[in-house]
């Protein structure tokens, strides 16, 4: 918070009775269709200055406490803000740091993305990504979504105590607000359930259709010593057909066509690379793109062959834009990519009907804007108009989990968050699976089916794998 500026506490205590009959149906992706079966508490527009919260909604499941916001005007929840949260846990307002006529176990300060632990006569401050805590999106949104894990704190075990818990939200930049009124609290009622039944399973494309693997390899990860097995391991338990690479800097062409032929046996893979980025593919390759030298996108006109022995042209696209802070080049990077599809379709090489992928590392922690281009083409859409996504974005889903997390570092200041996308255009073929693999989230018997064990995308890298079955239409 810049210390020049006066604080004003906008203070929210708030809760609410859930409906605990079955299980949460709320999935971490960024997507709020969920919420709508969830009642919500609504505060009156206009009686914040800096920021104007205005409704929130909490259920919970055998894992997590989910929570629902939306505020007025978009912002970053991770930067830049001045929201605080604070959570009764063991429903004592005696216990913890007393606010509001709640005593809170816990403290989430968003913008210096830390959460603080109150307990008798000590106080703990640690990284939001130790919990792990999760939200989505990691752009900036007027509406995010969080999950607070229930029993994960490793100073006193157990985070909730007891069925009734109370939270409290604070903005200490606006004209003071309270929901509910000054010296009232609202109670939200918790309670640990059956964990979910898990269905999840990596199958294999159909006939007709090929598979995508997208894979941010953290510095070279399929080449280094101590972890290119893990990586060999993966790819042979995936089986992809087309793959794009992230972070391989140092890594060449040869090497990789190597490993993949040595993993994959009487396979031949077509192999460019452009800065970090590395596609491959067992298919022909009629013509690779460098859109931009600087950009590191990477495009190849793919020759996939059909069930009825004939072909078609797949464009695929391997992205990983700028990293962290650097929202002009991402809205750069994303307006190149457009430009170099409308230049591909005016010289002919390909048609409006072709069937395109973008897949990668897209680093979208900034502004929302870049991933309105990406999806739009067009930075400043208006959503109320239900505009026509130019590329759909598949946001696959943690097999086995409710959570479209693509990457974790517990070592960094940021929680676990989505930065690996894949979108298409929906032109010649659809989606028949997509999922995000953390191998601790598989069974046992896919562990053993697939020849892989728990701690491997852990040890492999800090992003995890997404896969793609794409089928073709007749």
């Known amino acids: 918070m810049n210390k020049g500026l006066a604080a004003i506490l906008m203070i929210f205590s708030f809760g609410l009775s859930l409906n605990l009959l079955g299980q949460s149906e709320i999935t971490i992706d960024g997507d709020f269709l969920d919420w709508e079966a969830f009642p919500k508490s609504i505060d009156a527009e206009g009686d ?42 063991d429903g004592n307002q005696l216990t913890g740091n007393t606010i509001n006529q709640i005593g809170a176990e816990i403290k989430i300060d968003f913008a210096k993305k830390q959460i603080t632990y109150f307990y008798p006569g000590d106080v703990k401050t640690e990284k939001l990504s130790k919990l792990p805590f999760l939200a989505l999106p990691t752009f900036t949104s007027e509406k995010f979504e ?21 939270l409290q939200w ?15 609290k609202m109670e939200s009622e918790i309670y640990k359930k059956e964990p979910f ?24 990860g399929l080449t280094k010593n101590e972890r290119k097995e893990n990586f060999e391991t993966l790819l042979k338990g995936l089986i992809p057909d087309i793959i794009g690479f992230n972070e391989l800097w140092e890594t060449t062409e040869t090497q990789t066509k190597t490993i993949l032929e040595k993993t994959f046996p009487g396979t031949q893979w077509n192999v460019s690379k452009l800065l970090g ?28 062959p059909t069930i009825n022995n004939d072909s078609i042209l797949v464009y695929h696209i391997n992205g990983h834009l700028s990293c962290c802070a650097k929202d002009e080049k991402r809205m750069e990077q994303a307006t190149s990519l457009h430009q170099h599809l409308d230049s591909l379709i005016n010289s002919g090489w390909i048609t409006e009907e072709t069937p395109i992928i973008f897949s990668g590392d897209m680093n979208l922690v900034g502004f929302r804007n870049q991933y309105h281009k990406i999806v739009f083409g067009d930075a400043n859409v208006d959503m109320n108009t ?16 409710n959570t479209h997390i693509t990457w974790r570092d517990s070592e960094s200041s940021y929680p676990p968050g989505r930065l690996d996308y894949v979108f298409f255009n929906q032109k010649g073929f659809s989606v028949s699976q997509s999922l995000v693999l953390e191998t601790k989230n598989l069974t046992s018997k896919d562990l053993k089916k697939y020849d892989l064990t728990t701690k491997l995308t852990q040890k492999a890298s800090d992003h995890l794998p997404i896969i793609v079955d794409f089928l073709l239409k007749n």
């Open 48 to 89: 914040g200055e800096d920021q104007d919260l205005l409704n929130y909604a909490v259920t919970n499941d055998d894992e997590h406490i989910y929570i629902y916001l939306e505020a007025l005007r978009e912002f970053d929840l991770f930067d830049g803000n001045f929201l605080t949260l604070y959570a009764d846990l």
């Open 146 to 166: 969080m999950a607070i894990p229930l029993l994960r704190d490793e100073y006193i075990g157990s985070l909730v105590k007891s069925n009734t818990i109370y």
């Open 170 to 184: 604070i903005w200490e930049n606006a004209i003071a607000e309270w929901m509910p009124n000054d010296g009232e």
């Open 197 to 220: 039944t898990t269905l999840d399973t990596i199958t294999h494309k159909l006939d007709n259709g090929f598979r995508l693997l997208h894979y941010n390899t953290l510095h070279d």
């Open 277 to 304: 980025n590395i596609t491959a593919t067992k298919f022909p390759v009629l013509q690779w793109n460098t859109i931009n030298p600087k950009f590191r996108l990477l495009g190849a006109l793919i020759k996939v």
């Open 386 to 401: 239900e505009p026509s996504p130019v590329l759909l974005d598949i946001n696959p889903k943690q097999i086995n989990n």
